[in-house]
């Protein structure tokens, strides 16, 4: 079991330009949940789903958007980067006991 | 909306003294969770408490929910090396998982 896998680990963009961050879990899990985490900041959820076909907007949902077409991928998108962007992203999945499995990160610079 | 406040945020102790983190919401939890984060890593399960008062252990980290399950704490006993890290509380609201702001442990040898 590979867990939760996220790609891109690294990515520098600059303002304006788009892009998509995958998620993938192989636990079967029906919840999925997208984070972000600043410096002093802890974690705010982006956004989240419920299940295949269906997302809900978290704290902080602002600037992206999320698909969530199978089971297995949670994608999130950033359709025009903003400096204050710069993060590092977390996705998690979560099991029917309420724990969260979160995958290695993607750490994003917007120039 | 639900917040979950959480002191100190930052801690130093010299290795073999004990750590505490305390964990407070203005509003009933269902349950309290606590992770782990190594620098540079992911956030790792702890633990899960539920019931009023409970107290739960795992080695040398004692985990104790509230009676009133408004707060909750993280002691640990004789801290090593290897404890060093950022631990976080997290309560559910609904579906959302809403963290605390952290509480950073350094320990020096």
């Known amino acids: 079991n590979a867990g939760v896998t996220q790609t891109p680990k690294f990515r520098v963009l600059k303002t304006g330009q788009s892009m998509t961050l995958l998620c993938a879990q192989d636990m079967n899990h029906e919840y999925m949940y997208w984070y972000r985490q600043d410096p002093g900041m802890g974690l705010r959820l982006i956004h989240y789903?419920?299940?295949?076909?269906?997302?809900a907007k978290g704290e902080v949902p602002d600037g992206y958007n999320v698909s969530r077409l199978k089971k297995q991928n949670f994608l999130l998108g950033l359709e025009s980067a903003a400096p204050s962007q710069t993060s590092v992203y977390f996705c998690?999945?979560?099991?029917?006991?309420?724990?969260?499995?979160f995958g290695p990160g993607t750490r994003l610079t917007v120039l | 909306g639900q917040q979950v406040m959480q002191i100190p945020q930052y801690q130093h102790v010299q290795e073999g003294e004990d750590f505490t983190t305390y964990c407070n919401s203005s509003t009933t939890l269902s349950n309290i969770q606590w992770y782990k984060q190594r620098p540079g890593g992911h956030p790792v399960f702890l633990i899960q408490?539920?019931?009023?008062?409970e107290v739960k252990k795992q080695k040398r980290l004692t985990f104790q929910f509230g009676e009133a399950k408004k707060n909750s704490s993280l002691h640990i006993t004789a801290t090593q090396t290897t404890d060093v890290g950022t631990y976080f509380c997290a309560a559910y609201n609904t579906d959302k998982l809403i963290f605390g702001t952290g509480t950073r442990l350094q320990v020096f040898p």
């Open positions: 789903s419920v299940g295949e076909g269906t997302t």
């Open positions: 408490l539920v019931k009023s008062g």
């Open positions: 998690a999945s979560r099991r029917t006991t309420n724990e969260q499995f």
